[in-house]
Nanobody
Framework: QEQLVESGGGLVQPGGSLRLTCAASGSIFSINSMSWYRQAPGKQRELVAQIPPEGSTNYADSVKGRFTISRDNAKSTVNLQMNSLKLEDTAVYYC???????????????WGQGTQVTVSS
């Protein structure tokens, strides 16, 4: 059974940095896109950043220039480096991966359990 496990959340002051990591495990033939989403209290879940297996990344306008998404295909991991954090970045951050397994199957969406990021002075 495929599983996504996030780590790296916590409490940080405005202007600080955090690094989130998500590791995919289980029976995985291939991983298509990997993404980070977030959901603040009372708000809908929103896409923060997305990275395909190869090629260019995609960021929400609110995090461009501050967040960087990267992935290690050999380790099936995706990272989110968050710099210059703002109060409005406070949310639960979720990892998402689009996975194909077995090789003849269709792509499926998988989610991590979420990790809390709190930006507060």
């Amino acid at each position: 059974q495929e599983q996504l496990v996030e780590s790296g959340g916590g409490l940080v002051q405005p202007g600080g940095s955090l690094r989130l990591t998500c590791a995919a495990s289980g029976s995985i033939f291939s991983i298509n896109s990997m993404s980070w989403y977030r959901q603040a209290p009372g708000k809908q879940r929103e896409l923060v950043a997305q990275i395909p297996p190869e090629g260019s990344t995609n960021y929400a306008d609110s995090v461009k220039g501050r967040f960087t998404i990267s992935r290690d295909n050999a380790k099936s991991t995706v990272n989110l480096q968050m710099n210059s954090l703002k109060l409005e970045d406070t949310a639960v951050y979720y990892c998402n991966a689009v996975i194909r397994d077995p090789p003849w199957s269709s792509l499926r969406n998988y989610w991590g359990q979420g990790t809390q990021v709190t930006v507060s002075s």
